[in-house]
């Protein structure tokens, strides 16, 4: 994900990761290998459908993919900032084996 150079963030108090344009989330979501047994839904509190609002991403389907979060997540906007995210969904991550998780949160 995109991020603030450290000689501009130290001047400011902006977010430090800027967030992927829609082209950029979209291709981070095809390498999701939307596994038969996924352990990120496990690793998730809320139990999240993360392989189907990673496809519909994938797919460029953002509302859908809100509409999907929304199902078991009431709160998506402050869940999404106090989640820790790599510990849990991203850290069961089959990817994560080789230190490249999919970025859900």
Do not use: S, Y
Not at 55 to 63: M, R, V, Y
Not at 67 to 72: L, N, P, W
Not at 82 to 101: D, F, I, S, T, Y
Request: hydrophobic content about 35%; some cysteine; overall charge neutral.
């Amino acid at each position: 994900m995109p991020k603030q150079p450290p000689k501009v963030r130290i001047h400011n108090f902006n977010e430090v990761a800027l967030g992927f344009t829609p082209e950029q989330a979209m291709n981070e979501a095809k390498r999701c290998l939307q596994c038969p047994e996924p352990k990120c839904i496990g690793g998730c509190p809320v139990e999240i459908n993360i392989p189907l609002f990673i496809k519909q991403i994938a797919e460029g389907d953002f509302d859908a993919a809100i509409k999907t979060i929304r199902e078991t997540n009431n709160l998506p906007a402050i869940t999404g900032r106090v989640c820790p995210q790599e510990v849990q969904c991203e850290g069961v991550c089959v990817l994560a084996k080789r230190n490249a998780p999919i970025a859900i949160g």
